[in-house]
């Protein structure tokens, strides 16, 4: 009798064994779909999502991507060049949903504006605005920066003719604002590409893959698409607020439409904390 429930007893644990393990195997190889994207370095993709972006990682450098400017649904995707290698794109929204792409290059995509699927009778609206501010409110300080003397010498860059510094870094609140100084000497026009703002580390091994932390302006002040011959401009942007850890700067990019007076500024922490409050 004994070695019938031994025998029951043993038959019973190797089913459960069994069955857990063709639960985990099942487990272990469930996948996300990844979509298809095709994208260029001439126009911008428009990525629609239901629910606000809170995190994005990109495969490559080939790949810019920012927030909508006061918009915390939209992403723009562009190509930094023609024909790069296929990459992929990773974006995750504040319903905790994942989004995952694999990108290649097309010089007239099909499509510009994307719209993700969504569930429910409702639909979802098409922008869902940032709503931690009122934009009269990030205008007025902004035009406050923009109206200071500067605080900070002989930081930028510049590239034929064309020259991108750091006139003052101010803090209110939530919010940082930079007091950027754009000036164009040559005779050709600067048409402005991509303004990137980014963390990344200080120096990159070879062997490992660059990880760029985007940081997405939450209102600009000033003319982000063009720097006529023979001008000097001022632009204010405003960011969440934030610190750079160590071993990484933060990274402000400029980058020119069909040509190659790209520009960037690092910024360290100490740059940060040596902030002036704007009222």
């Not at 792409?101 to 499509?111: F, G, H, M, R, S």
């Not at 401009?233 to 402000?252: C, S």
Request: proline share 3%.
């Amino acid at each position: 009798m004994m070695k019938k429930k031994s025998a029951a007893w043993i038959s019973g644990i190797m089913m459960f064994l069994i069955a857990l393990s063709g639960y985990a195997q099942e487990t272990r190889t469930t996948q996300i779909k990844s979509d298809e994207l095709s994208i260029s370095s001439i126009k911008t993709t428009n990525l629609i999502f239901p629910y606000a972006i809170k995190s994005v990682d990109k495969g490559s450098r080939d790949i810019l991507v920012q927030k909508a400017i006061g918009v915390e649904n939209v992403l723009q995707v562009k190509a930094a060049r023609a024909l790069f290698p296929e990459t992929n794109l990773t974006v995750v929204t504040a319903d905790g949903s994942l989004y995952s792409y694999v990108l290649n290059y097309a010089e007239k995509p099909l499509q510009l504006n994307i719209r993700m699927d969504q569930t429910g009778d409702k639909p979802s609206p098409m922008a869902v605005f940032n709503s931690n501010e009122t934009n009269d409110l990030l205008q007025a300080r902004a035009q406050k920066v923009w109206n200071k003397r500067n605080t900070i010498e002989r930081k930028g860059d510049h590239s034929n003719g064309i020259r991108i510094s750091i006139k003052g870094i101010y803090v209110n609140g939530d919010e940082l604002y930079f007091q950027l100084g754009l000036e164009n000497t040559s005779v050709i026009d600067y048409d402005i590409k991509m303004l990137r703002f980014f963390i990344m580390d200080k120096k990159k091994s070879k062997r490992t893959t660059s990880q760029e932390l985007v940081i997405d302006p939450v209102y600009i002040l000033g003319d982000t698409r063009l720097l006529r011959t023979n001008t000097e401009h001022t632009m204010v942007v405003a960011v969440p607020k934030f610190t750079i850890p160590d071993k990484k700067n933060f990274i402000i990019q400029m980058q020119e439409n069909n040509g190659g007076r790209n520009l960037r500024i690092n910024i360290e922490n100490k740059d940060l904390l040596k902030a002036h409050i704007v009222n």
